[in-house]
């Protein structure tokens, strides 16, 4: 059974460019939740998906960002308009279920702003 | 709103030793789960122990366990016999779990690295 998986796992941008970043949960979880992890911090949560329904992006920036989990496919975490404080390592996690105690990360993607 | 503060930023201890690192959470709510994940190095978060504010036994996931004070807020992790390889960033975190059912996203505290000595 695959884990949480996050593709790139290293992305760099120039400014002003877009990012993409893509999560598979475990088999089976249609709860997706994504943080932002910047350098020397812990991770803070931006924003907590269900199949085709945002549940809350209480953490999300108002601008230039945006999330998604479709019916079919990835979660996709999108940054338009890159700044370089957008650096950080972008962390996705999965449950099964609204209950579960559990959340399983997957290993992050590295996003550099040059 | 949650809180949660891990005082120790580092931390060096000797191999074989037990070590306790802190961690005290704020909030309002009955209902709220803790959760300890580690990071090493690589970068990847692995989870290692959880407990519910309900459960009246503090959680043990083999060389760890949670020693949960709940009138202190207090939710530490101890590593008994440590090892090199648990040198990494350790992270608590919390979760208000509402009455429905629901929940959303964690709270990290900003961490503590943690260096095991031969």
């Known amino acids: 059974n695959a884990g949480v998986m996050q593709n790139p796992r290293h992305l760099v941008r120039r400014r002003g460019q877009e990012a993409r970043l893509r999560c598979s949960p475990m088999k089976g979880h249609s709860h997706v939740y994504w943080y932002r992890q910047l350098p020397e911090e812990g991770l803070k949560f931006m924003v907590y998906?269900?199949?085709?329904?945002?549940?809350?992006e209480s953490g999300m920036p108002k601008e230039r960002f945006s999330a998604e989990f479709p019916k079919e496919g990835p979660s996709i975490l999108r940054i338009q308009q890159v700044v370089r404080g957008d650096s950080a390592a972008y962390f996705c996690a999965s449950s099964p279920r609204l209950e579960a105690n559990e959340q399983f990360f997957g290993p992050g993607t590295r996003l550099t702003v040059l | 709103a949650q809180k949660i503060t891990q005082t120790q930023p580092g931390m060096f201890v000797q191999e074989k030793e037990a070590v306790t690192l802190d961690c005290t959470y704020d909030?309002?709510?009955?209902?709220?789960?803790l959760f300890w994940y580690k990071q090493p190095s690589s970068g990847e978060m692995i989870f290692l122990i959880y407990q519910g504010s309900y459960d009246e036994q503090n959680a043990t996931e083999g060389r760890y366990s949670l020693n949960f004070q709940k009138a202190r807020k207090s939710a530490n992790l101890v590593i008994s016999a440590s090892q090199l390889g648990d040198s990494a960033m350790y992270f608590c975190?919390?979760?208000?779990?509402?009455?429905?059912?629901?929940?959303?996203?964690?709270?990290f505290g900003k961490g503590t690295h943690l260096i095991i000595q031969p």
């Open positions: 998906l269900q199949k085709e329904n945002i549940i809350d």
């Open positions: 909030t309002s709510d009955q209902s709220y789960g």
């Open positions: 975190a919390m979760r208000e779990l509402y009455s429905g059912g629901g929940a959303d996203g964690l709270t």
